[in-house]
């Protein structure tokens, strides 16, 4: 499989080798190799992408999961969006200045999150889970900040700790976690430093920590939990903001209102930002002389000027799909189960995770005895060169993706969808052989 993947890639291999020279590892994002690297291979250089298909650089076509990190729900080269942005190029690609484009779209952002009372643009999802952080630390006069294990909120030095299996590395300042998904390890950290917490801060459904729904209970029990003890709860719906409902999973599909809420990737329709927002009080935190302040934003490209048209062009598209949402997250939900019954079916074990249209494959050591486990019982039978291994598989006939597979879109076509689950009919038998 790899020897026929070499063999319609040689353009990607070059590029590869000279990448290498120039980036260390290859690349500018760690997790753009999708695995590859690790066994022994090289990422294909994507060239083109239209609705829910992309191109290499050999002309290979694949069906997209990874959609941009889970940005395009609408499919790549969305007509509106292009228009859009070809239309701002005219008048210059960024202005550095105020402009229109960006209280239209603050305007529809408020009006589809309610509790969303004040907000700022910024240029990544990273510089937003910092500013929400920082906004946290100044409004309670605390430093520490609890996240969860395995949780990603970007590079930013803040929260870049404990993201992977066994999450032994040290945080850089002030941060603790716990397991998401388990009371007794949320009680343990807050009765070890509730007293010192500024602020909580989780993805309402776990994404690259393993895709992981959360329990009934857990979202709401966290709310309680913390607004008892004066912890600001942010949610970070960087991935979910958009993807689940028109609007935030955490109030409208988990019935809880965070403090503040960090947003990114769908709402620019591609196009980089960074969203945070929520609480009135927190957030006047952050105007130029609040009394109690500190410099809170910044950024030469924030409020760009593509970014702006980018998100309005999307937030209006979005909203004539309002209705639909339902029918993408049922659509996601019986593709995870087609999975899982081909992985069943062969007997390899392998755990189908996510929520709606977000779908992980993790391949496993042995099986799981709970379908909701936590990033660390994961993390304890996952199964990282299997993995590996059947993504590139999964490459090199023609679906591209990454954590297994990645999110549907409005793209995605039925013919997709059933030519996926072929594909992986076809390839799992092969990972019977293998032991771990
Ligand atoms: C949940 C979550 N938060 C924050 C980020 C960081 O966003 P960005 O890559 O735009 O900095 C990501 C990116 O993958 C994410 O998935």
């Not at 290859?26 to 291979?41: A, E, K, T, Y």
């Not at 990273?126 to 952080?133: L, R």
Request: glycine share 12%; net charge neutral.
């Amino acid at each position: 499989m790899l020897e026929r993947y070499k063999e319609a890639t040689k353009k990607s291999k070059v590029n590869w080798d000279h990448a290498l020279e120039i980036f260390p590892g290859g690349m500018s994002h760690n997790i753009r190799s999708f695995g590859l690297d690790r066994v022994h291979v090289y990422p294909p250089f994507m060239q083109r992408g239209e609705g829910s298909h992309i191109w290499d650089v050999d002309g290979n076509e694949y069906i997209d999961y990874w959609m941009t990190h889970f940005s395009l729900i609408l499919g790549h080269n969305y007509p509106a969006i292009r228009k859009t942005i070809l239309d701002q190029l005219e008048q210059g690609v960024h202005l550095g200045t105020l402009n229109e484009p960006q209280i239209e779209f603050g305007e529809m952002l408020k009006n589809a999150i309610p509790y969303m009372k004040l907000l700022r643009f910024c240029t990544t999802g990273s510089d937003a889970t910092m500013y929400a952080t920082r906004l946290c630390r100044l409004f309670t006069g605390k430093q520490l900040v609890g996240k969860v294990k395995g949780g990603w909120h970007g590079g930013n030095d803040a929260l870049c700790y404990h993201l992977h299996y066994p999450f032994k590395d040290e945080p850089f300042f002030d941060g603790v976690s716990f397991e998401f998904n388990d009371r007794n390890s949320l009680d343990t950290l807050l009765k070890a430093h509730g007293k010192k917490l500024a602020a909580i801060i989780i993805e309402p459904v776990l994404g690259a920590g393993g895709g992981l729904a959360p329990e009934p209970d857990f979202i709401p029990y966290l709310r309680e939990e913390t607004e008892s003890r004066d912890i600001l709860l942010v949610f970070d719906e960087i991935i979910t903001g958009f993807r689940l409902c028109f609007g935030t999973a955490g109030n409208q599909v988990f019935g809880v209102e965070p403090d503040l809420v960090t947003l990114g990737k769908i709402v620019a329709g591609g196009m980089p930002l960074g969203v945070y927002g929520g609480r009135e009080d927190v957030m006047a935190l952050a105007a130029p002389g609040a009394p109690g302040g500190r410099w809170v934003g910044g950024g030469t490209f924030s409020s760009h000027h593509l970014s702006m048209v980018a998100g309005k062009a999307t937030l209006a598209a979005l909203k004539d799909y309002k209705n639909k949402y339902s029918q993408l997250n049922q659509r996601g939900t019986k593709f995870r189960k087609k999975i899982t019954a081909i992985f069943d079916h062969v007997q390899i074990p392998a755990i189908v995770t996510g929520e709606g249209s977000i779908v992980f494959i993790h391949l496993l050591k042995s099986s799981l005895t709970e379908r909701y486990p936590t990033a660390s019982q994961i993390g304890d039978v996952f199964n990282k060169t299997q993995t590996d291994l059947f993504q590139a598989s999964l490459i090199e006939k023609g679906i591209f993706g990454y954590h297994g597979l990645g999110g549907l879109s409005f793209a995605h076509s039925e013919a997709d969808l059933h030519h996926t689950l072929d594909v992986i009919e076809k390839i799992t038998p092969h990972f019977k052989i293998h032991p771990t």
